[in-house]
């Protein structure tokens, strides 16, 4: 077991900020749970919900990568990530795309590029919204990007695109096309740009990278992710609410 687990069992939010160096990704994974709870709406009562963090590492072609899920600020996306990764479903997955000092992206579990998770109690593929909470709010934007609902260009996601951040993917078109795809941002000039970046408001991240992130960035098209674990806080996974 890798020693960040093992510390972590003492001090999650510690151990993070110490892998971390106190930079500003660490602010953002190690940050208390929000003063006001997130309220999911009713019409996502039929998604798993993560409440609370969770630790997933991935093993891959070029070595581990370990990622802290953000449950408390982005409980749909982060539900939907975990759930993916305890019912094996990122299993020999492929990455589909790689752009040196910009991000890698997953494909769907079959190599393709517009399926995903095909629900067994629905036999429909799960579809997950777009979930962003602005700066200054207490509760998430769903459904739309922030420009859409809008909010000034100027106020940023509580959880930014900064080096290592890890979001859902879905087409230009539609914010609540997501499933499965996830990409990994590595940072440049324009990932860590003060005045903010292409993907800042535009697409849901749940979650960053705290080990392996160098690993992440060897990724090249055709490698795959051999297999994914929770290592911590699976039991915080809540599963649909059905009526």
């Known amino acids: 077991m890798p020693a960040i687990v093992k510390s972590l069992k003492f001090s999650f939010s510690f151990v993070l900020l110490a892998v971390l160096c106190g930079g500003g990704t660490a602010s953002r994974v190690a940050a208390k749970p929000p003063a006001e709870p997130v309220q999911i709406p009713a019409a996502y009562a039929g998604l ?103 909010i000034p260009e100027t106020t940023f996601p509580v959880m930014r695109h900064l080096p290592g951040a890890v979001g859902l993917a879905h087409t230009e078109k539609d914010p609540n096309s997501g499933s499965t795809q996830f990409y990994i941002t590595y940072g440049n000039n324009e990932m860590v740009n003060p005045r903010g970046n292409f993907l800042d408001g535009r697409y849901s991240v749940f979650g960053y990278v705290v080990d392996g992130l160098t690993n992440a960035e060897k990724l090249r098209v055709g490698d795959k992710i051999l297999s994914a674990k929770v290592l911590l806080g699976g039991e915080k996974l809540q599963p649909p609410v059905t009526k």
Do not use: C, H, W
């Open 48 to 150: 798993p919900r993560l409440t609370g963090k969770a630790l997933v590492e991935l093993q891959t072609s070029k070595g581990p990568i370990v990622i802290a899920v953000d449950g408390d600020r982005s409980p749909i996306n982060a539900g939907n990530f975990v759930d993916l990764v305890q019912k094996g479903v990122y299993t020999n997955t492929p990455v589909n795309r790689s752009e040196k000092g910009y991000l890698m992206q997953v494909s769907d579990p079959q190599g393709g590029n517009d399926g995903g998770y095909k629900d067994p109690s629905t036999g429909k593929i799960r579809r997950i919204p777009i979930e962003i909470i602005p700066e200054g709010q207490a509760q998430p934007v769903y459904g739309k990007t922030l420009k859409a609902a809008g």
